[in-house]
């Protein structure tokens, strides 16, 4: 069965712009998380959506948002981009929220939405 | 607060030669555990995963790991080094009632010399 899709692959946009990615979780995952990695900080978890429903979030500041739609589908949204905002955004899916074994087991990334902020 | 060590930034190994990733973390039950390999501007690919049972599990591209709960360790093993096998590697611990999130190492980049 198809993976984790995330599009676009690279982006580039300009300080001050926002920028929308898209994943599109592993049919019948309904849980999507996003992450972003840097290489001064590593992978830092950003947030989980559950039925459209946002479960958790990271510590990022409020100009990263996202949303997920009744297919599961997930869209993160950056706005006032800043240089700092590079980065590689993975997102996962799962079939489940939580931290019982079904969530854990199925939870599967994407290859990552490489943006670079000029 | 929960947290993972991979303590190697950088490791060289001869092709042919054995491999060990260190990775330790903390928490106060068994956690699920993870290993991801990423290859330059890809995503991550899981290797192995284990979430409880046989202490030494197998893996993907012949690697293993093995959970030693005394020492918090999830250390991941590769009899022999091919140089495909340069990557960055990343051990994970899976969502816990205290976290709701993955949280992974700082990642360990494996050079393979010929």
């Known amino acids: 069965k198809a993976g984790v899709t995330q599009t676009p692959r690279y982006l580039i946009k300009t300080r001050g712009q926002q920028v929308t990615l898209s994943c599109s979780p592993i049919?019948?995952?309904?849980?999507v998380s996003w992450y972003q990695q840097t290489p001064g900080q590593g992978l830092q978890f950003l947030f989980e959506y559950f039925s459209e429903t946002q479960r958790n979030k990271g510590n990022f500041p409020g100009r990263f948002s996202g949303r997920q739609f009744s297919n599961s589908r997930s869209e993160m949204n950056v706005s006032t981009l800043e240089l700092g905002d590079s980065a590689l955004y993975l997102c996962a899916s799962s079939p489940s929220s939580g931290t019982g074994v079904r969530a854990n087991y199925g939870y599967t990334f994407g290859s990552g939405t490489r943006l670079t902020v000029v | 607060a929960q947290s993972v060590t991979q303590p190697d930034i950088h490791i060289t190994v001869s092709e042919g030669a054995s491999l060990e990733l260190r990775c330790n973390y903390s928490?106060?039950?068994?956690?699920?555990l993870f290993w991801y390999v990423q290859s330059p501007g890809q995503g991550l690919q899981l290797l192995l995963k284990?979430?409880?049972?046989?202490?030494l599990v197998q893996g993907i591209k012949g690697f293993e790991a093995e959970f030693k709960r005394s020492q918090s360790s999830f250390n991941l093993r590769k009899p022999s080094v091919h140089w495909s096998d340069a990557a960055e590697y990343f051990c994970a611990v899976g969502p816990t009632s205290g976290t709701y999130k993955y949280i992974f190492g700082t990642g360990t980049r494996l050079k393979v010399l010929a």
């Open positions: 928490y106060g039950a068994t956690p699920y």
């Open positions: 049919s019948g995952h309904r849980s």
């Open positions: 284990y979430f409880s049972g046989d202490t």
